[in-house]
């Protein structure tokens, strides 16, 4: 089955304490993606990959970091998180840049107090 | 700027009632404009890609179609399993091959 995993799923962790959130994708698609979902805000893309070793900022990329060493796998580093980074993130890929169509995981909740 | 408005930001329906969501968009060169359902707490599920004006899409009781500044998802005797929030979003040919996403229609559909 097509699709993309993250874990954890569910998260609460406290500031500064260094977390990664693991995202994979069994598509081999090139274009992988993370963002947050905030009430009021809607999606906001924090970084993006075009492919294995090309990784760039998104709209709100303070505090976090990616790697993309594989090309299935995405993960989304929060090195010291805070509390403003409590969130619903989202894991996504597409092959490409052209218009195919993104598909998304099933996102993780992270709580930091 | 590439841009994405969604209307209205909360439906509520009976169940049987039709009715469509509207998706106003402005981008440099359409690549693609895309509807998402989304659950509470869950991932954005694909539902359909258009690309160009006049193209229309059907898939049970949902169908979209696209014009040069706007798309319609039409929902026809929706149930209310069809309650979510429904998600447009426009690729531009910008070379981050970013998604634009609207804030999104939460569609609550009554028995």
């Known amino acids: 089955e097509a699709q993309v995993t993250q874990n954890p799923r569910y998260l609460i962790t406290v500031t500064g304490k260094k977390l990664t959130v693991t995202c994979s994708q069994n598509m081999n698609h090139e274009y992988m993606s993370w963002y947050r979902q905030d009430p009021g805000l809607g999606l906001r893309q924090i970084y993006y990959?075009?492919?294995?070793?090309?990784?760039d900022k998104g709209d709100v990329p303070e505090g976090y970091k990616v790697s993309r060493k594989e090309k299935r796998n995405f993960p989304l580093i929060l090195e010291s998180p805070s509390p403003n980074q409590t969130s619903l993130y989202f894991c996504?890929?597409?092959?490409?840049?052209?218009?195919?169509?993104?598909?998304f995981g099933p996102g993780t909740r992270l709580t930091v107090t | 700027e590439d841009q994405v408005t969604q209307s209205p930001e909360a439906l509520r329906l009976q169940e049987g009632e039709s009715s469509s969501l509207n998706c106003s968009y402005t981008v440099s060169g359409l690549r693609g404009l895309f509807w998402y359902r989304q659950d509470p707490g869950k991932g954005p599920e694909f539902l359909f890609t258009?690309?160009?004006a006049g193209e229309e899409k059907e898939k049970e009781r949902l169908k979209a179609t696209l014009t040069k500044k706007e798309s319609f998802l039409h929902i026809t005797a929706p149930k209310p399993e069809d309650s979510a929030t429904y998600l447009c979003a426009v690729l531009g040919a910008s070379n981050t091959g970013k998604l634009i996403f609207g804030q999104g229609t939460t569609l609550q559909v009554k028995p």
């Open positions: 990959s075009m492919n294995v070793e090309v990784t």
């Open positions: 258009l690309y160009s």
């Open positions: 996504a890929s597409r092959s490409g840049l052209a218009g195919s169509e993104q598909y």
